[in-house]
C-alpha cells in the first residue's frame, strides 16, 4: 500500500506561482511513475504532469507547457509540481497519484493510488 500526501495548495493572484508537493509511503518510491491531475468544480478530473521512477521521463499537458515543471527527489520521497504564471483557469483541487510501475502515463486510470487533494484557486 502507498500513501500520498500533498501540500502547498492555496489562493495565489493570476502571474503568481506555488509550489505543490506529495510526500508518499509505503513502498520504494523509485518503483513508482508519479502524476499530478486536477479537477476543477464541474469538470472530470484531467491529467496535469507525470514522472517516470528515475525521473528521466517527464511529461505536461498542453495546458501547464512552459508553465509547470513536474520533478522528484526519490531520497526523500517526494514529487513536485512548480506551477508559475499562474492562470485562473488552473483553479482546481489537485491530485497526487502513483503507480506500480516506473513507467508514467497521462490517464487517470492507469494509476493505484492517490492522494486526498490540495486545493489551489488563483484569483484575477
Known amino acids: 500500500q502507498v500513501q500520498l500526501v500533498e501540500s502547498g495548495g492555496g489562493l495565489v493572484q493570476a502571474g503568481g506561482s506555488l509550489r505543490l508537493s506529495c510526500a508518499a509511503s509505503g513502498r520504494t518510491f523509485s518503483w513508482s511513475a508519479m502524476g499530478w491531475f486536477r479537477q476543477a468544480p464541474g469538470k472530470e478530473r484531467e491529467f496535469v504532469a507525470a514522472i517516470s521512477g528515475s525521473g528521466a521521463y517527464t511529461y505536461c499537458a498542453d495546458s501547464v507547457k512552459g508553465r509547470f515543471t513536474i520533478s522528484r527527489d526519490n531520497a526523500k520521497n517526494t514529487v513536485n509540481l512548480q506551477m508559475n504564471s499562474l492562470k485562473p483557469e488552473d483553479t482546481a483541487v489537485y491530485f497526487c497519484?502513483?503507480?506500480?510501475?516506473?513507467?508514467?502515463?497521462?490517464?487517470?486510470?492507469?494509476?493505484?493510488?492517490w492522494g486526498q487533494g490540495t486545493q489551489v484557486t488563483v484569483s484575477s
Open positions: 497519484a502513483a503507480r506500480r510501475v516506473r513507467t508514467a502515463t497521462t490517464y487517470d486510470y492507469e494509476y493505484d493510488y
